[in-house]
């Protein structure tokens, strides 16, 4: 069953948090911690409440200031914070695992400074317009943001909180075909978003619809990139699945979802 999975995790996985020589000397906080790592062995509990307390952070400095600068940072930093944790805190750092955490901190950088680099540009998001001004309704944005990286991370933390024996597997087909797939849509989701930022600052395209450069083969070849980078982070995480871990599909599939019928633009 699933207890019997998770205690029959290598040696090498012991979480880095549990050699603390500072939580050692604190015999209940570290039985407390141990326990926690011993039911949540996946990282599920963990990263869920890494997740929400990160979103409940930033929400309550922009419902404070009543500002949304920092909603699209919070979202894309979220995943780098989570990666980096979820690797370190297990202490097992396979190729697979090192690799597939490297994509992500890397599309979480480069979605954090272009999104925060275009609301600096323009102010506002009107998105928010009619929530900026009602923290309930403001509220709700941000629970739902917190979420959806929740369910979206889940194969990576799944990968990273892998003992040595599953993660250190030699690497397969599905690693090469989901590093492939993830790096190019990674390279689709940067070149459509800086060709449609150049378009829309021409004062010539105002008003205009985006159909230059890879704009002109799809109508959203950035939701592409970005459907390609998911699907290609779970296919590089399946090596080393076990049973239930296969769950995770859920995060491409839900991210599907929600920019299709959600919160992306109408097809």
């Known amino acids: 069953g699933l207890l019997s999975l998770s205690l029959a995790r290598s040696p090498a996985a012991t979480p880095t948090l549990l050699t603390s020589p500072h939580l050692s000397s604190h015999p209940t906080l570290y039985l407390v911690v141990k326990m926690v790592f011993v039911i949540d062995t996946n990282y599920v509990v963990l990263s869920l409440i890494i997740c929400f307390g990160m979103q ?4 309550a400095v922009a419902a404070a200031l009543k500002f949304d600068k920092v909603t699209d940072f919070a979202y894309s930093t979220n995943f780098i914070l ?20 490297c994509i992500v901190v890397l599309w979480g950088i480069r979605l954090a400074a272009y ?11 009107k998105r928010f317009d009619e929530m900026r001004n009602s923290p309930l309704l403001f509220l709700r944005f941000w629970l739902f943001q917190f979420l959806t990286i929740w369910v979206v991370s889940l194969p990576f933390v799944f990968l990273n909180a892998k003992g040595s024996t599953l993660a250190g597997l030699s690497l397969r087909w599905g690693d090469f075909l989901g590093w492939a797939l993830a790096i190019l ?6 070149i459509a978003d800086q060709q449609k930022y150049a378009f829309r ?7 205009k619809w985006c159909s230059v450069g890879i704009w002109n083969w799809s109508r959203h070849p950035n939701y592409f990139g970005e459907f390609l980078v998911w699907i290609g982070i779970f296919i590089a995480c399946t090596p080393s ?4 871990d296969y769950f995770t599909i859920v995060s491409p599939i839900y991210l599907f979802v929600i920019v299709m019928f959600v919160s992306g633009t109408s097809f």
Do not use: C, H, P, W
Request: glycine letters at 8%; aromatic letters at 10%.
């Open 56 to 59: 409940m952070s930033f929400y």
């Open 82 to 101: 989570l990666a980096i944790l979820t690797l370190v805190l297990n202490g097992v750092y396979s190729i697979r695992q090192i690799v597939v955490t």
């Open 115 to 125: 999104l925060l680099q275009r609301i600096l540009k323009i102010g506002e998001d």
């Open 185 to 190: 849509g990674l390279l689709i989701e940067t």
């Open 201 to 207: 600052n021409d004062e010539a395209n105002k008003g």
């Open 241 to 244: 699945f076990v049973t239930y």
